[in-house]
């Protein structure tokens, strides 16, 4: 007697990628919840990130309005205003709350505008070697050599004060350190013996730059990418300080702004001044810890402590 079994179906290409990159995740994490310090600025950043999201639960919607302030301006912390009032009366930590998204958005897509260059013109640069990757590299170079800060604030000062133009601002200018990694990195990758197989087998430029370049510098993309979220919460929160931002928002920046305007520091009520600034240092820190943590899973050799 003869019994049958239902073949089981071997899995196809797109199975086995998919499966590939399911193992690749888990041993990233494998590794990374080995670093202690990549898992607190991790932790840190969830409760920011969960923070922001739940604001208009946390606080209210109606706690950034100056005409509804609940207490008296310039109140010092009490168990009503745990961290006091600002010039108008509104509770600090509510304001404290509000800015979080503010400045998270700021920086995760003013990262990603940066990145998103600086990916792109590493890229070409090093796989069109000629003169185009020399002009733009020149190009590159200039603006690296410009104070980021100073080119900033004259873009933010020619458009319209809004999120975007500091988006815009920070972005347009955050670019050119990740465009020299990618292009060093892509010329790494382009030395390799499996770039001229795939050129001689018909491989066209963009197959080339698309299926063997840019996996292989994504992980270096990933890594600073971490690293320019932190630089751009701090950009933020210096041309808002110093009056680039938008006014109609409530941002850590722009709370500094407004307790230097009120005159906190001369009338010594660091109640203003201190709750924000204490946030950009820790949301700055977090997100530079764990960039460095996802370095030293990425590339082994940098020997990050654990």
């Not at 994490?29 to 898992?39: E, V």
């Not at 930590?93 to 940066?114: D, I, K, N």
Request: proline letters at 5%; aromatic letters at 8%; hydrophobic letters at 50%.
């Amino acid at each position: 007697m003869t019994t049958t079994t239902d073949a089981v179906p071997a899995p196809g290409p797109g199975g086995h990628a998919r499966a590939r990159r399911r193992q690749a995740v888990a041993r990233f994490w494998l590794q990374y919840r080995g670093h202690r310090a990549g898992l607190a600025g991790l932790t840190v950043l969830a409760l920011i990130a969960v923070t922001a999201l739940a604001a208009p639960w946390l606080v209210g919607a109606d706690s950034q309005s100056v005409t509804a302030a609940p207490g008296r301006a310039l109140e010092a912390p009490s168990a009503a205003f745990p961290l006091g009032t600002d010039q108008f009366g509104r509770s600090l930590l509510a304001l404290l709350v509000w800015g979080t998204r503010v400045s998270l958005t700021v920086g995760l897509l003013a990262a990603f505008l940066s990145v998103a260059i600086g990916t792109l013109v590493g890229v070409t640069a090093g796989h069109f070697k000629g003169w185009y990757g020399n002009v733009v590299m020149r190009i590159t170079d200039w603006f690296l050599v410009m104070p980021t800060l100073v080119l900033a604030i004259a873009l933010a000062t020619v458009l319209s004060r809004s999120v975007w133009t500091t988006i815009l601002a920070i972005g347009v200018t955050t670019w050119p350190t990740t465009a020299r990694l990618v292009r060093a990195q892509t010329l790494s990758v382009e030395a390799r013996p499996y770039i001229e197989r795939s050129r001689a087998l018909g491989g066209g430029h963009r197959h080339i730059m698309s299926r063997h370049v840019l996996p292989n510098v994504m992980p270096l993309v990933l890594a600073q990418t971490t690293l320019v979220i932190s630089t751009a919460i701090l950009t933020e929160a210096t041309l808002a300080f110093l009056g680039l931002g938008d006014p109609t928002i409530v941002s850590w920046g722009g709370l500094l702004q407004d307790a230097r305007e009120a005159g906190a520091v001369s009338s010594g009520n660091w109640w203003y001044l201190a709750p924000p600034g204490l946030a950009i240092a820790v949301v700055a820190l977090a997100f530079t810890l764990c960039g460095r943590t996802v370095e030293s899973v990425l590339n082994p050799k940098l020997g990050v402590s654990r």
